[in-house]
């Protein structure tokens, strides 16, 4: 393939290089790194405390109240009916509570893809907090209208609420970030659902607002969060690769890039951009969407495609949850007070937290695949300690249940150094842009039918296994450290065309030396838009 020459009587790259080292002048982008920082520093600030933070406090704050909420129920039928509703009809009405949330975000999950196509990444995140207020509305007049029903259909509206974010934040930050911070950009989505989980066991403390009186206040008050999102992220620009790519505009992309890069649209950046255009787009039209059904369809895609799914899924299926559940009971067991537990179950909140902090440390220094395979081996191993420890403590060995204990912290460390943070951005980074809204579409689709189907299980895997209860945990985790292992080729640092050949050479595929030549060579071509950057010096 040929390169492509810029337009008659403008420089070449070449040329603009060398005046650029004759004149002394710097890098735009070094230049500007400091102010590009920041901005993207608020840019995801503001995304992430009304996107994926809504999902870890939401899934976090509603174990507080359950006595209360299961109490209002209840009462609730009693004063329609006459009489009180049995213990196990109780538990069902809670049971629906529950569940509305991942049922919800499942449809949220499938309108993510259509909305961020239709609306934008921004604009989308903004629409999807109107779920959110609704939700916040009916649990605040729920008492009133004396309708646990109003319960249900909140946290289903909540849930759509985190369905989208969790697929279009990470969409959004990967498409909006440099290269060298694309990861760790990225990644800070799961820093924000860990900090969303640490807040939510926060405000659900008995001193805070987890009490009989205030318990729909409690719920309410993801609201906060989705104000202040509505406040700041309309100041911030929307996605460039959107921009450009979906929309058509190139002038808008250059305004978006100039804003997250300090002042200045770097022309090589730009170039990148284009080149994902030209692959399947003619220069200057609006790209077209592929739907989930053509991602299956497409042999091109399909073992990118199977990574996302093997992941997505494990991340759900691996136990994480089902430990925050479980470390109730093994702090009693440990001889923790009753009314201190509460206190010590934040610090499984705040592990995952401080995990996933460093691991936004990591993730551009080590890669994405020393992390998530890495994670997925430490959790098996944690998983054989723990099963061996609770086995023993039931025996009444000593010890054993402060072992139990320390394993449900390393068990949370583990999945927050890897499989939390690296899993969602895996569709931004292996797929381009028009197959992207379809991929994340599947993948938080079947992470919030894994999520409901442990949800849904596990309390009689628990009543069948007893002490033994995390092992298909141990195998979920063990057989995707392996198949993510053998499959996955490391994506830090590597444009979307050196990972497309690396899927292709990691799976055997029989491409021509031409076809490899081309498939490089889109990230060497240089189209040049001196009518767009006259203004930069």
Not at 11 to 35: H, R, Y
Not at 82 to 96: Q, R, S
Not at 330 to 342: E, H, M, S, V
Request: hydrophobic share 45%; aromatic share 10%.
């Amino acid at each position: 393939m040929s390169h492509m020459k810029p337009p008659a009587g403008e420089p070449s790259q070449e040329a603009a290089d060398k005046a650029s080292s004759s004149t002394g002048t710097v890098e735009p982008e070094e230049t500007s790194k400091a102010i590009s920082s920041k901005t993207l520093a608020l840019t995801v600030c503001s995304a992430a405390i009304g996107g994926t933070f809504q999902y870890g406090y939401n899934i976090s704050m509603i174990n507080s109240p359950t006595s209360y909420i299961q109490t209002f129920i209840n009462n609730t039928y009693t004063a329609r009916c006459g009489t009180a509703l049995e213990t196990t009809h109780v538990t069902l009405v809670w049971t629906l509570i529950v569940s509305a949330f991942p049922l919800g975000g499942l449809l949220g999950a499938l309108l993510a893809g259509p909305m961020a196509v239709r609306f934008g990444r921004k604009n989308s995140l903004l629409f999807n907090n109107s779920f959110l207020f609704v939700g916040a509305v009916l649990v605040l007049l729920c008492r009133h209208a004396k309708s646990f029903e109003m319960i249900i259909f909140a946290r289903f509206l909540v849930g759509i609420n985190s369905g989208v974010s969790m697929n279009v934040q990470p969409m959004y930050f990967g498409e909006s970030a440099p290269k060298h911070l694309r990861g760790a950009v990225a990644f800070s989505s799961a820093v924000f659902t860990a900090f969303g989980i640490f807040s939510g066991q926060v405000v659900g403390l008995t001193v805070v607002l987890g009490t009989e009186h205030l318990w729909p206040y409690l719920l309410a008050s993801n609201m906060l969060p989705g104000l202040i999102q509505m406040l700041t992220l309309p100041w911030f620009p929307e996605s460039p690769r959107y921009l450009l790519i979906d929309k058509g505009d190139r002038e808008a992309c250059i305004r978006a890039l100039e804003r997250l890069r300090g002042g200045v649209a770097p022309v090589l950046e730009i170039q990148e951009i284009v080149e994902e255009q030209q692959r399947y787009s003619n220069p200057g039209s609006a790209a077209s969407a592929k739907t989930p059904w053509s991602l299956f369809k497409d042999p091109n895609l399909r073992s990118q495609l199977r990574t996302v799914m093997v992941a997505s899924s494990a991340m759900m299926l691996c136990g994480n949850d089902s430990i925050y559940f479980y470390a109730s009971y093994i702090f009693l067991k440990a001889g923790i007070p009753r009314d201190k537990i509460q206190y010590a179950t934040i610090g499984t909140g705040a592990s995952e937290l401080t995990a996933s902090i460093l691991s936004n440390f990591l993730i551009e220094r080590v890669g994405r695949k020393c992390l998530l395979v890495g994670g997925y081996t430490l959790m098996s191993c944690w998983t054989v300690v723990f099963t061996v420890a609770l086995t023993l403590q039931q025996r009444g060995v000593e010890g054993m249940s402060t072992l139990s204990m320390v394993c449900v912290f390393a068990y949370i460390l583990s999945f927050g150094l890897g499989p939390a943070g690296v899993t969602g951005i895996l569709p931004a980074e292996i797929f381009d842009q028009s197959a992207r809204p379809a991929a994340y579409m599947v993948a938080g689709s079947l992470m919030w039918l894994s999520l409901l189907l442990v949800g849904m299980l596990f309390p009689f895997i628990v009543g069948s296994l007893g002490s033994v209860c995390f092992l298909p945990f141990l195998a979920v985790c063990l057989l995707s450290a392996v198949f993510l292992g053998l499959t996955f080729p490391e994506t830090k640092g590597k444009s979307l065309a050196e990972i497309t050949a690396e899927f292709d050479r990691k799976n055997g595929w029989k491409m021509q030396g031409k076809q490899v030549e081309d498939h490089i060579e889109q990230e060497e071509v240089f189209t040049f838009f001196p009518e767009d950057l006259d203004h930069e010096d």
